[in-house]
């Protein structure tokens, strides 16, 4: 195949991803990254499957406030029952008989287990919902780090694009340097094979660029054949030169404001709760309970509303409930609500552990990536200008295929090697402000 006809065609297969966010958009939505985090905020699989536990839990809540109120209960009974009535003639009859009840109880007190009860479902209710902000979170960075990766792949899929443009141009001087007797054959077929090779990176480049894409779409879970269109917004030196806040001071800004700490904290609280509660199993309990009740039988000569008035029966009363012995039940509680007291503080530390590592982490990437980018932006230009003057060399005669090759390399390394701590740094910069309590925005 023709070396024009080829470049063409891979230029006008990457048109659609290398359109810079020029899509009709009437027609097609364009997805920036604030678009994408906010779809998959709501629309992840994960969040709503917090948010679904959080409403689990908002109805414990109401079950608890109800145990409070006073319990209502009613009854109905009907009964038939055959009996003799005289023992000598053994003549036997059918009675009917039915009793209706309305009974009301109430706990007065049980230690205050009702209201430690209430006060733990609504702390864990509020746990959920921190759970809730913490998964919106990851999903949050998840997405951040999928969409830089897609703008890292579509850079090099540029700088291979224009290597390979380069390599076309050399081949095609090389070729007729060959025709005209100043250099070998052997160095001409050097330039093919690598002309070969730079199509190949960019092929591969290209696939790198696609397959970034589409895990970004599925991490926002788009159904299949929905034509996904990014933004690329363009990633500017002073994005990448930002300056770096402390980690400490990261760090104490992701502890008061990170929903993983304050769910952590709320786990201590619900806890403590717990051991209050299994405490109350063995202290006295008090309870009101009222009564109204009445019945009716055929074997009474009374009429039936007389037999209503006569068996109407009321009651109400206080009972005391002291427990003196339950197999060691609520000692075993006890002492379980306590190692759930230590376990969940052990959580917190683990979480503030962790999150110490992943901000210490961020910071070090964050300040390593811009050194390297600095050195890097340096390196670039020295090898560029290398490269131009050993191309133009070659062209004269004057520096051999194994020098410009070498020259090339080096170039398209420093170019890869700056794009690479560029986003390096953008990304930790912009999880470091995340950690800040600031939204990520390009």
């Given at each position: 195949?023709?070396?024009?006809?080829?470049?063409?065609?891979?230029?006008?297969?990457?048109?659609?991803?290398?359109?810079?966010?020029?899509?009709?958009?009437?027609?097609?939505?364009?997805?920036?990254?604030?678009?994408?985090?906010?779809?998959?905020?709501?629309?992840?699989?994960?969040?709503?499957?917090?948010?679904?536990?959080?409403?689990?839990?908002e109805s414990d809540i109401k079950q608890a406030s109800a145990a409070?109120?006073?319990?209502?209960?009613?009854?109905?009974?009907?009964?038939?029952?055959?009996?003799?009535?005289?023992?000598?003639?053994?003549?036997?009859?059918?009675?009917?008989?039915?009793?209706?009840?309305?009974?009301?109880?109430?706990?007065?007190?049980?230690?205050?287990?009702?209201?430690?009860?209430?006060?733990?479902?609504?702390?864990?209710?509020?746990?959920?919902?921190?759970?809730?902000?913490?998964?919106?979170?990851?999903?949050?960075?998840?997405?951040?780090?999928?969409?830089?990766?897609?703008?890292?792949?579509?850079?090099?899929?540029?700088?291979?694009?224009?290597?390979?443009?380069?390599?076309?141009?050399?081949?095609e001087l090389s070729k007729e340097l060959y025709e005209a007797g100043?250099?070998?054959?052997?160095?001409?077929?050097?330039?093919?094979?690598?002309?070969?090779?730079?199509?190949?990176?960019?092929?591969?480049?290209?696939?790198?660029?696609?397959?970034?894409?589409?895990?970004?779409?599925?991490?926002?879970?788009?159904?299949?054949?929905?034509?996904?269109?990014?933004?690329?917004?363009?990633?500017?030196?002073?994005?990448?030169?930002?300056?770096?806040?402390?980690?400490?001071?990261?760090?104490?800004?992701?502890?008061?404001?990170?929903?993983?700490?304050?769910?952590?904290?709320?786990?201590?609280?619900?806890?403590?709760?717990?051991?209050?509660?299994?405490?109350?199993?063995?202290?006295?309990?008090?309870?009101?309970?009222?009564?109204?009740?009445?019945?009716?039988?055929?074997?009474?000569?009374?009429?039936?509303?007389?037999?209503?008035?006569?068996?109407?029966?009321?009651?109400?009363?206080?009972?005391?409930?002291?427990?003196?012995?339950?197999?060691?039940?609520?000692?075993?509680?006890?002492?379980?609500?306590?190692?759930?007291?230590?376990?969940?503080?052990?959580?917190?530390?683990?979480?503030?552990?962790?999150?110490?590592?992943?901000?210490?982490?961020?910071?070090?990437?964050?300040?390593?990536?811009?050194?390297?980018?600095?050195?890097?932006?340096?390196?670039?230009?020295?090898?560029?200008?290398?490269?131009?003057?050993?191309?133009?060399?070659?062209?004269?005669?004057?520096?051999?295929?194994?020098?410009?090759?070498?020259?090339?390399?080096?170039?398209?390394?420093?170019?890869?090697?700056?794009?690479?701590?560029?986003?390096?740094?953008?990304?930790?910069?912009?999880?470091?402000?995340?950690?800040?309590?600031?939204?990520?925005?390009?």
């Open positions: 195949m023709d070396v024009k006809k080829f470049l063409s065609l891979v230029f006008l297969a990457a048109l659609p991803l290398l359109s810079f966010g020029q899509s009709d958009t009437t027609q097609v939505k364009v997805w920036t990254l604030e678009d994408c985090i906010r779809y998959a905020r709501e629309k992840n699989l994960n969040v709503q499957s917090a948010q679904v536990n959080l409403s689990s839990a409070r109120l006073p319990g209502l209960s009613a009854s109905i009974s009907q009964g038939l029952t055959h009996a003799r009535r005289d023992i000598e003639s053994n003549e036997s009859a059918y009675a009917y008989s039915a009793n209706a009840q309305l009974s009301a109880s109430m706990t007065l007190y049980n230690g205050g287990k009702l209201n430690n009860t209430l006060t733990q479902k609504k702390t864990d209710a509020q746990a959920r919902a921190y759970d809730v902000a913490r998964t919106r979170n990851d999903i949050e960075i998840s997405v951040t780090q999928a969409y830089l990766q897609v703008l890292y792949a579509r850079e090099s899929v540029g700088i291979n694009q224009k290597t390979v443009e380069s390599s076309l141009s050399q081949v100043s250099i070998a054959l052997s160095d001409y077929a050097q330039m093919q094979s690598q002309y070969a090779s730079d199509k190949y990176q960019l092929v591969a480049a290209q696939n790198t660029l696609d397959k970034s894409i589409l895990d970004l779409k599925q991490l926002l879970e788009l159904e299949a054949g929905y034509d996904f269109r990014l933004d690329f917004p363009e990633i500017s030196d002073e994005q990448v030169d930002e300056p770096i806040p402390s980690s400490l001071s990261v760090y104490n800004s992701a502890l008061q404001s990170m929903p993983e700490v304050k769910s952590a904290q709320l786990g201590i609280e619900s806890a403590k709760l717990g051991e209050k509660i299994a405490k109350a199993s063995g202290i006295p309990s008090l309870s009101l309970s009222a009564g109204i009740g009445t019945g009716y039988a055929t074997t009474s000569s009374d009429a039936f509303a007389r037999q209503l008035d006569r068996s109407l029966s009321e009651n109400v009363g206080l009972s005391l409930s002291i427990p003196i012995f339950n197999n060691r039940n609520t000692r075993t509680a006890v002492e379980k609500a306590r190692l759930q007291s230590i376990s969940a503080d052990l959580s917190l530390q683990s979480v503030k552990k962790d999150l110490l590592s992943t901000v210490e982490s961020l910071w070090q990437d964050a300040v390593s990536a811009q050194s390297r980018y600095q050195a890097a932006c340096e390196q670039l230009r020295s090898a560029q200008i290398s490269y131009d003057l050993v191309n133009q060399q070659f062209a004269e005669g004057m520096k051999n295929t194994v020098e410009l090759l070498q020259e090339k390399n080096n170039y398209l390394s420093a170019q890869m090697e700056a794009v690479q701590a560029k986003y390096q740094a953008v990304l930790s910069i912009k999880l470091l402000n995340f950690y800040q309590n600031k939204p990520i925005t390009l």
